[in-house]
Nanobody
């Protein structure tokens, strides 16, 4: 079993920044992909960014140039630095870990961007 614990969400004004963290614990296969997804009210959950254990990254077009994902393999932790936040970034952000066809999710952290 893998447990994912997110932190760092909150309320911020448009143009501001937030940093999310996600710490993984439990039985973690060394080769994995960790990422951030988000779900806004009435919308489907969507990929924001992910990063492989070899630090290859993928970003949604809507966040390229504003968000940066990184990871610390020694701590089994990933981070999402979110800059130039927009009201449309408002959503619950979920941490995700994929390894050996097993997918684990965190409980989510709310990010609210006011205009």
């Amino acid at each position: 079993q893998v447990q994912l614990v997110e932190s760092g969400g909150g309320l911020v004004q448009a143009g501001g920044s937030l940093r999310l963290s996600c710490a993984a614990s439990g039985r973690i296969f060394r080769i994995n992909v960790m990422g951030w997804y988000r779900q806004a009210p009435g919308k489907q959950r969507e990929l924001v960014a992910d990063i492989t254990s070899g630090s290859i990254t993928t970003y949604a077009d809507s966040v390229k140039g504003r968000f940066t994902i990184s990871r610390d393999n020694a701590k089994n932790t990933i981070y999402l630095q979110m800059n130039s936040l927009k009201p449309e970034d408002t959503a619950v952000y979920y941490c995700n870990l994929r390894a050996l066809s097993v997918v684990s999710w965190g409980q989510g952290t709310q990010v609210t961007v006011s205009s």
